[in-house]
């Protein structure tokens, strides 16, 4: 259960798009199409932002994307704004019940 | 409004136990797979265990296997956790999250309590 691999930080500039991976395994990520990705700002409880590779719940704006090749995910913010500085997760199901998250990325809007 | 609602964390010596509560409204409780999650003082999300929806089904993450027990009170709307055998690495703040079926995915998170585990 080893926690899926994420950049530490990334930054971009209001109105531009950044995206995020969160790499994994043939276990995980690759076996699965079952990542999800969740926004968590600082003292609050995580939201959920893309759920089964690459769909947006209602109620998250179409900002947020998800993708998937192979062992990698990745989500993509797009029109980036102040409110998107946060912590962002990814999960995926690992098989026999169990989940994984990666170990999280600081997103800083310049 | 749909909520979720944790209680139950604290101080603990190592070596102890505490049991958290999950108070859940505004929804079926039932019929949803619920989860623990944890996350130690400035760290990332860690997932801890699951309970399918009548409770015959769990499943634990290696480092909390035989020392943690996950449990639920459907006729009460609550999730618990049983923690015994804590460690100074157990500290974090303990999140219980919904995990509706036709998602896969953590939908509805409460606001988490915080356990410390320290002499």
């Known amino acids: 259960q080893s926690a899926l691999t994420q950049p530490a930080s990334v930054s971009g500039s209001p109105g531009q798009s950044i995206t995020i991976s969160c790499t994994g395994t043939s276990s995980d990520v690759g076996s699965y199409n079952l990542v999800s990705w969740y926004q968590q700002h600082p003292g609050k409880a995580p939201r959920l932002l893309i759920y089964?590779?690459?769909k947006g719940p209602s109620g998250v704006s179409i900002r947020f994307s998800g993708s998937k090749s192979g062992n990698t995910a990745s989500l993509t913010i797009s029109g980036l704004q102040a409110e998107d500085e946060a912590d962002y997760y990814c999960c995926s199901y690992a098989g026999s019940g169990s989940l994984v998250f990666g170990g999280g990325t600081k997103l800083t809007v310049l | 409004e749909v909520q979720l609602v944790e209680s139950g964390g604290g101080l603990v010596q190592p070596g102890g136990s505490l049991r958290l509560s999950c108070a859940a409204s505004g929804f079926t409780f039932s019929t949803h797979w619920m989860h623990w999650v944890r996350q130690a003082p400035g760290k990332g999300l860690v997932w801890v265990s699951r309970?399918?929806?009548?409770?015959?089904?769990?499943t634990y993450a290696d480092s909390v296997k035989g020392r943690f027990t996950i449990s639920r009170d459907n006729a009460r709307n609550t999730l618990y956790l049983q923690m015994s055998s804590l460690r100074a690495e157990d500290t974090a703040v303990y999140y219980c999250?919904?995990?509706?079926?036709?998602?896969?995915?953590?939908?509805?998170w409460g606001q988490g309590t915080m356990v410390t585990v320290s002499s």
């Open positions: 999250a919904r995990y509706p079926y036709h998602l896969t995915a953590f939908d509805i």
């Open positions: 309970i399918d929806t009548d409770g015959s089904t769990t």
């Open positions: 089964e590779d690459n």
